[in-house]
């Protein structure tokens, strides 16, 4: 009912990247802003492209698990989903342009296909609510929003009911203080990915420099489903809210859904699609030849977007719990047509440094994003009132994070070579917790002259909390309910090479 979160939501969605590379970058933790020679480069560093010494291919498959524990009141329900795909594809062709030791030694052109995020997941959480019901938050989305045609709806099923004092507004015929089983299930799918191409250079072996242009493309397909079980009001508890109320009227009719069992089911399904641009320019310096440092400023992405939801609310009336047939069936459904708008995302600026050793190396960098910065544009005619409020949402509820990576190498033969990487992931929102980090494993093997494998797997953690549904807490003197989720994803990818 609340589009004005949805959207909001999707400033972060659509936003965030937490995947796409080569296995041997995801083994080193994807901290790439200062390593090159790898066709992760292309959309991590370009002028990581510079290091390429001659022409390379490869092909990167992994498999992706999802795993969620949500707990709420006190009840823990977990899922799990999992699919394979292809998470990176590309080539980057050597031309070399100086056979001395001064001047430009390289000029290279690369392409890749890039998995950037997965949105495959199931989220489920259950369990017994004491304090309100989904239905207050109807009657604030009433109150906020003034919607004279969803209060009516509301009143034809039969699930709220005015103050006596007109000004307060409606007030649920569910019971707010009894206990209700609540389940909240929502899946999600689809995925976020950049087709890219990236020019690198190397300028005395010393300083390196690169651009990409990339096209982002994603899809994302959402079913929440929840769902609510308990007891209505009796006449005793609504008398004081409207004495005058068609509920304590025995000749209106109203007054059987009165101390009634009734189930609830509040579906929304939503399909977002979009397509976008964005460039990236990057450096790489070498102040002596165990040391790089390198840095990159990535563009936002200007997508154009479509969205299209719908949202269906049914309630059925018992007699008791016991009922196997309902007295009443009441819904209702909104179909709304699809909505095409612009996002910007935030721009994105990091720094790295790689230490190298005799038998290995080490690299770290930093990345900087401002997601409150993130702007939603009408297309069909301004509408400059519905932007600056969507800002404005955005700013209260998203900040600026630091995003710290770093990985190893060791190469325990001159085919052999092991990696492990670390990512901690800053919190985007304000006034929310939220953790998220990941560590990886890698093994790397030069086949033969030509051709190579590398291997990773990587754990990610993500730990949160979320709200089914949100309400006053100052007009209903309650908590808002809250589950913790806890979100394990697994991937193991493995990449497929030849230099020629």
């Known amino acids: 009912m609340d589009i004005q979160a949805q ?7 659509f936003s965030q990247e937490h995947n796409g590379g080569t296995a041997r970058f995801k083994g080193l933790g994807n901290a790439k ?54 998470d990176h594809a590309g080539a980057v062709f050597h031309f070399p342009k100086n056979e001395g030791y001064h001047g430009w030694q390289n000029f290279n052109v690369g392409f890749s296909y890039e998995n950037t995020n997965q949105f495959n997941n199931n989220v489920r959480f259950e369990g017994v609510n004491p304090n309100n019901t989904i239905v207050s938050a109807y009657t604030d989305d009433i109150a906020a929003n003034g919607s004279t045609g969803f209060a009516n709806d509301l009143r034809d099923l039969k699930l709220i009911e005015r103050f006596s004092d007109n000004t307060a507004g409606y007030f649920p015929i569910t019971n707010e203080t009894g206990d209700k089983t ?30 990409t242009i990339g096209v982002a493309r994603f899809r994302y397909e959402s079913s929440s489903q929840f769902s609510e079980y308990g007891w209505t009001k009796t006449a005793a508890v609504i008398s004081p809210d409207n004495p005058d109320s068609d509920f304590l009227d025995p000749s209106s009719g109203n007054n059987q859904y009165l101390n009634a069992n009734y189930e609830l089911l509040d579906d929304y399904y939503q399909v977002t699609e979009g397509a976008g641009f964005d460039f990236k320019i990057g450096a790489i310096y070498k102040p002596s030849v165990d040391w790089n440092l390198g840095a990159t400023i990535t563009s936002p992405t200007w997508y154009t977007i479509d969205d299209y939801n719908d949202n269906y609310i049914g309630v059925d009336y018992f007699d008791n719990e016991a009922a ?54 009408t297309v069909q005619g301004r509408n400059t009132n519905q932007e600056n409020a969507w800002d404005d949402a955005v700013k209260q509820s998203y900040q600026s994070v630091v995003n710290f990576r770093l990985g190893g190498e060791y190469l325990f033969t001159n085919a052999i070579s092991g990696r492990a990487g670390f990512n901690y992931f800053g919190n985007p929102y304000q006034g929310a917790d939220n953790t998220q980090y990941s560590g990886s494993l890698g093994i790397g093997a030069k086949l033969s002259n030509t051709l190579y494998m590398d291997l990773a797997i990587v754990h990610f953690v993500n730990d949160y909390k979320v709200r089914p549904y949100t309400i006053d807490e100052g007009f209903w003197n309650t908590p808002n309910p809250t589950a913790d989720i806890k979100h394990q994803r697994t991937t193991g990818v493995l990449t497929f090479g030849a230099k020629f």
């Open 182 to 211: 609540q389940i909240n299930d929502v899946l999600t799918s689809g995925f976020s990915s950049r087709s890219a191409i990236a020019f690198g250079g190397n300028y005395n072996n010393k300083f390196y420099i690169g651009g």
């Open 324 to 377: 196997t047939s309902s007295f009443d069936s009441r819904d209702v459904e909104y179909t709304n047509p699809t909505y095409t708008y612009r996002q910007i995302t935030p721009w994105r600026f990091a720094l790295g440094v790689s230490k190298f050793f005799s038998r290995g190396l080490i690299t770290a960098d930093a990345e900087y994003i401002d997601y409150s910065t993130t702007k939603r544009r």
């Open 7 to 13: 959207t909001v939501d999707d400033a972060l969605i």
């Open 33 to 86: 802003t200062a390593l090159g020679g790898d066709l992760s480069s292309i959309t991590g560093n370009p002028a990581g492209l510079g290091f390429f010494g001659q022409s390379d291919i490869s092909i990167t498959a992994g498999y992706n698990n999802a795993r969620n524990q949500g707990s709420y009141f006190g009840t823990n329900a977990t899922r799990n989903k999992g699919r394979f795909n292809i």
